[in-house]
């Protein structure tokens, strides 16, 4: 009996080796990605630039004027006595004092009262768009004609709330002329102007809040005042934590409303902020090393006080 012939079989390729369909499907999920992500680079390279031109440039600038001075066209570097000078300026404080007095009110204002708003409107079943779109349409107008009524409004002669007032047998206020009741004015102008926003937002948490969660608190026979307390706050604490750090940053940085209403200084500087004696640094004064100095400080307050917010918040959370 002869022995049976051997015939050799050709060895299949090993996968990921040669020309094989899991190598093509490899190079291909490959290309895909590359793609993808060259797409996705290119769409963040736009953002970056931006960034680096509108925000980050001005940052490092202003913390290298800071130190600077320029004189007859020449520009030396001033150590620390562009800082020495706005220390030593009695408006500083003022100004530093004025913009913690329109701080500390605006939150009163507008971060309570948008709240209050929202908690309102959440109850509405009908017509609820008509009323979002109306608390939103001050934000939607310019900035310019905003200010322009309310100056109708403060007008000492013939501005409504005098004439309201005269109605109502009650003196009249000098509402803009007035360092007792300047600021006030300008905050419940700036409240007006800028809560639409705030407003949705805090409606938008309020309609995520479970309705279980509040039948549940009317059947331990909760009423109005602690199914907020207990439900809604704790529920929507992420969102308000959020919005008071935001708008505590934004009324440090005020600037519009005292100087399209009040002039900027306002009676007596009763109006005077921090921004605003930026401005009067760098445009007024033509001393850019002061007002950089100046915006150095209030970068570094800002800073500080939202690293110390955002550790506490972590705290609370563990």
Known sequence: MSAPTLIPRKAAPRPGRGGGPRTNASREA???????NLSAHGFLIGAVVCFS???????????????????NG??????WSNLTTVFNDPAFWQAWRNTLLFTGLALVFGFIVPFVVALVLNEFRHGQGFLRLLVYLPV????VASVLLFKYLYDPGYGLLNRLLELAHLPQQQWLQDPDTAMLSVVIAATW?????????YLAALQGIPGELYEAAELDGAGVLRKIWYVTIPQTRLILS??????????MQVFTEPFLLAGGAGPEGSTTTVVYLIYQYAFNFNNYGSAAALGLVLLVLLAGFSAAYVRLSRAEDE
């Open 74 to 79: 020449q520009t030396t570097w001033a150590g």
């Open 242 to 251: 959020l919005m008071l750090l935001m708008q505590i940053i934004a009324t």
């Open 193 to 201: 102007m800028n809560m639409g926003g705030v407003t949705l937002i």
């Open 53 to 71: 031109f509108f925000s980050w440039y001005p940052m490092v600038r202003e913390f290298i004027l800071a130190f600077q001075k320029t004189e």
């Open 140 to 143: 939607m107008l310019p900035p």
């Open 30 to 36: 490959f290309v895909r990605a590359l793609r993808r």
